[in-house]
């Protein structure tokens, strides 16, 4: 079993960064992932991706029309990772939320039906 718990949210205005940041804990010291990633949901809005790190992969994947605000990073033996965004927007308003994969092999790290464990999420709200 995996818990993870999210931090780093708040109210900031439009045009500031925010880093967050995700740990991983086992209650039974299994931690073990094949990847991290974020997503985020906003109200009457689908859950949607935003980017994801897969240990044994090079590169992380990002969601294409934010990559350039996006910077995820990530520590494979803490189990944790981070997410910075750039340049913040109203639209950015949303819940966000620290998910893991853990016993797949091939999987699609952009889907969240593939994640087997979720944060509770972190509440960003950006005023314009």
């Known amino acids: 079993q995996v818990q993870l718990a999210e931090s780093g949210g708040g109210v900031v205005q439009a045009g500031d960064s925010l880093r967050l940041s995700c740990e991983a804990s086992g209650r039974a010291g299994n931690t073990d992932t094949d990847a991290m990633g974020w997503f985020r949901q906003a109200p009457g809005k689908e859950r949607e991706f935003l980017a994801a790190?897969?240990?044994?992969?090079?590169?992380?994947y990002y969601k294409h029309s934010l990559r350039g605000r996006l910077t995820i990073t990530g520590e494979n033996a803490k189990n944790t990772i981070n997410l910075l965004i750039n340049n913040l927007k109203p639209e950015d308003t949303a819940v966000y939320y620290c998910?893991?994969?853990?016993?797949?092999?091939?999987?699609?790290?952009?889907?969240?039906?593939?994640?087997?464990?979720w944060g509770q999420g972190t509440q960003v709200t950006v005023s314009s």
């Open positions: 998910a893991a994969v853990s016993g797949h092999r091939d999987f699609d790290p952009g889907l969240a039906l593939w994640y087997d464990y």
């Open positions: 790190i897969r240990w044994t992969v090079a590169g992380p």
